[in-house]
């Protein structure tokens, strides 16, 4: 009669599959559980990730091909959008008085950030959450 490894309390007899399988799925959930867990990001936060990236498009650069820095133009938009959308959220705020805030925020952040080095600036990108709205 064969025996049940796990009734036995003995776990030898598990394959190294199932103990993956097993293993990738408790990571999951895990994972999942973190994302639950988690806070959206500030409207503060999106909106110095939107100066950072508007600062970054901004750096001359001839070696930089133009699609880059569009890119960079786009990806600061889209935190800027999420910054005025949480700025509306949390403040109550109409569209129009959210959209003054977030860019007179971003504008002077975008300053302060125009005085850093592309390596500072990328490394404060680096730590930006995904913007969502």
Known sequence: M???PVADGNLRGISKATCLCLSVIGLSLAA???QADTKPASWQ???RCAAAYRAN????DPSRPHGMKMQMSDVS???EAAAEAAF???RNVSASRSHDAVFAYVTKRTEAFAKQSRTQIEHFMDSC???SN
């Open 45 to 47: 936060t999106l909106a």
């Open 57 to 60: 498009a901004q750096i001359p």
């Open 32 to 34: 999942a559980r973190g």
């Open 77 to 79: 938009k889209d935190y």
């Open 2 to 4: 064969p025996l049940n």
């Open 88 to 90: 509306q959220r949390t």
């Open 129 to 131: 959450p995904q913007p």
